[in-house]
């Protein structure tokens, strides 16, 4: 029982006295719960409320397992408050420290508690954040590392050892000094200096990769002296979907050419990305490039209008120009076919036709929803960092129409138009992904009833009459070729791009600055295709 120590002061004064009652105000254990409770809020003005007196180096103390252990939160329990005897008491308590990437270390801690100005208060020494402080030594960390996990393909084969190509290093990042920004950001565990995964999948995932270090709290001044030992655990492997054969041959077909190409591979059934090549280095541009789809984007109008009750055999014209809210449209190369069926309009790309009927038929809502339903504007989530697809919602006639055929303000990289191939083949879009142990947060979009079969009849034409009919694609391939514009003033640049699948494979190609998709995209497709067999 605490007992507190009344003083009863008497003063006579002529015929009568006063008397007055002097007592300690408030508990030893109240005072202690105060400060503890402050401690685990990270609130040190509350805990300077609470000191008999004003104390050096308060600051620095709790600084020893915030900034020098990395503890990211104490939490303090088992309160227990010893007798008072003249006017002091002891508080015994548990601390459990939070160390950021290491684990928890719990250990047994006391303070020291006095009366002053009739108020319980914290007789504070540095020995109140930890018994084996002093103010004249630290607390320090050693960690242990274990070796790091692997990063591999989909058969289980490493390819972060550096013997694989650049485009797949590029996905993997590499190995770098910790700077003392990643120190802060990972926790005291790290070193400036040591070793931290950059960029691509070990950045991504370091923590996961690096495992936990067998880590040594330790007090260090004239003598060290090891408090406590958390024993470390080893990383985890990181499987990726990339397979080594399909990857190879996509780096075969993009090697050696003039002009920056890209080529990136998935399985529609799962949309696991199977191959990602870059035929430079640097900047990864079949994940992060920013490019006007063009006419592979016919491909999600077609599937709108299809959905409206259009049909492949439908009788639709292509005139060799039309105009749409003021906007003079034309076909490559001034082509025009007159009458034919929707289907034969996809396939030879006529522009003149996708543009009035978008407008007629469709309307910017329309289209922008099934944009969504083919990946655009959509959060990517595969693994390392990859542009979303972004098509805006067309705020007149005239965007309306560049838009039906992939103009505009749309943009999109190599992997989002493989994955509008993707969702023909399977009949849904399915998130795309690096790491098929990665969460996603998107689900499989499916297309509107019937669309997807009658798309996978046009995509098919486009190979075996269309403007993709010279590439010497294998047979069982169906795509869609892209001219797509870029650039001012009156004669534009053009990317080749061309889209397509074959089996449970889809893959989009990109060259820069290309020109036209038939004539230089699809042909890298065939040779992409054919190493396959």
């Known amino acids: ?318 005139p060799p120009e039309a105009n749409v809210g003021g906007l003079k449209i034309r076909n490559s190369d001034h082509e025009s076919f007159g009458s034919l069926s929707f289907l034969d309009s996809y396939a030879h790309s006529c522009n003149t036709t996708f543009a009035p009927m978008t407008a007629e038929k469709l309307g910017a809502q329309k289209l922008y929803d099934l944009a969504g339903d083919f990946g655009f504007n959509r959060p990517l989530n595969i693994g390392v960092p990859a542009t979303t697809g972004s098509m805006p919602k067309a705020t007149s006639d005239a965007e309306l129409a560049a838009e039906s055929f992939g103009q505009a303000e749309i943009t999109a990289s190599p992997l989002v138009m493989a994955g509008v191939a993707a969702t023909v083949a399977d009949g849904s879009w399915r998130p795309p992904t690096l790491v098929p142990s990665l969460k996603q947060k998107a689900s499989p979009a499916p297309l509107p009833d019937g669309v997807a079969e009658q798309l996978r009849a046009m995509m098919k034409a486009v190979v075996t009459k269309g403007t993709a009919r010279t590439a010497g694609l294998p047979a069982g391939t169906a795509g869609k070729t892209g001219t797509a514009e870029f650039g001012t003033g009156p004669e534009l640049d053009s990317h080749a791009w061309f889209v397509g699948y074959r089996g449970d494979l889809a893959f989009a190609v990109v060259v820069e600055g290309g020109g036209g998709g038939g004539a230089v995209a699809a042909p890298i497709a065939a040779t992409f295709l054919k190493a396959l067999g």
């Open 1 to 318: 029982m605490i007992i507190s120590a009344a003083v009863v002061v008497a003063a006579a004064a002529g015929a009568g006295g006063a008397y007055y009652l002097l007592h300690t105000r408030g508990t030893p254990l109240e005072t202690a719960q105060r400060f503890t409770a402050a401690w685990s809020r990270g609130d040190l003005t509350a805990m300077k409320a609470e000191l008999a007196a004003p104390a050096a180096g308060f600051e620095a103390a709790y600084a020893e397992l915030t900034k020098n252990l990395g503890a990211t939160k104490v939490t303090v329990t088992g309160m227990r408050v010893s007798d008072p005897v003249d006017d002091r008491s002891t508080a015994s308590y548990t601390a459990t420290a939070s160390l950021k990437n290491v684990g928890e270390w719990t250990y047994k801690g006391k303070l020291q508690l006095v009366v002053k100005d009739r108020h319980w208060k914290v007789d504070w020494s540095p020995a109140a954040v930890h018994p084996a402080l002093s103010g004249a030594n630290h607390l320090a960390i050693k960690t242990t590392w274990p070796a790091r996990a692997a990063i591999m393909d989909a058969g289980g084969a490493r390819i972060d050892d550096g013997d694989d190509g650049g485009s797949v290093q590029q996905l993997v990042g590499f190995l770098d000094k910790a700077t003392a920004k990643d120190v802060k950001k990972l926790g005291a565990a790290y070193r400036v200096g040591g070793a931290v995964g950059r960029g691509g999948l070990q950045e991504t995932f370091e923590r996961r990769l690096a495992g936990t270090p067998t880590t040594e709290i330790q007090v260090v001044g004239s003598e060290s002296e090891t408090l406590h030992t958390i024993k470390g655990k080893r990383g985890e492997d990181v499987r990726t979907s990339l397979d080594p054969r399909v990857q190879k041959a996509a780096a075969d077909a993009v090697r050696d050419l003039p002009k920056p190409t890209s080529l990136v591979a998935v399985r529609p059934s799962s949309g696991e990305i199977l191959a990602v090549v870059n035929s430079q280095g640097g900047f990864n541009r079949a994940l992060d490039g920013r490019y006007p789809p063009g006419s592979t984007f016919k491909t999600i109008t077609a599937a709108g209008l299809l959905a409206t009750g259009v049909t492949p055999s439908s009788t639709v014209t292509c």
